[in-house]
């Protein structure tokens, strides 16, 4: 059985960091992964993803001030973000695709699209007050 397990949530001032990780048991081989968010009343929405070699791909808001990484050794995908603001409030979750599978980006955005993929966690949240 395939499970996700964020962690690294918390509540920070605006222009704090946090470090999300994400644990993935149960799934071996090579799959991408990504970061995705929701807040209160909007829909989940894809900030970074990480391809399969590494190459990495963020949305226009968090562009610059987060950092998406893994560790295929210890089976943990990271996010570090840093500058945060109050429109970073929301509930983090990572996300993994199918073995082999690439992921696809909004033209427009460069969001990482969540139909690309398959296997989800139960969120870690984030508070940044101003």
């Known amino acids: 059985q395939v499970q996700l397990v964020e962690s690294g949530g918390g509540s920070v001032q605006t222009g704090g960091s946090l470090k999300l990780s994400c644990v993935v048991s149960g799934y071996t081989g090579s799959y991408c992964m990504g970061w995705f968010r929701q807040a209160p009343g909007e829909e989940r929405v894809g900030i970074a993803a990480i391809e399969r070699d590494g190459s990495t791909s963020y949305s226009g808001p968090v562009k610059g001030r987060f950092t998406i990484s893994k560790d295929d050794a210890k089976n943990t995908l990271y996010l570090e973000m840093n500058m945060l603001k109050p429109e970073d409030t929301a509930m983090y979750y990572c996300?993994?695709?199918?073995?082999?599978?690439?992921?696809?980006?909004?033209?427009?955005?460069?969001?990482?699209?969540?139909?690309?993929?398959?296997?989800w966690g139960q969120g870690t949240q984030v508070t940044v007050s101003s």
């Open positions: 996300a993994a695709a199918d073995l082999g599978a690439t992921y696809y980006t909004d033209y427009f955005t460069g969001a990482p699209l969540a139909a690309s993929f398959r296997y």
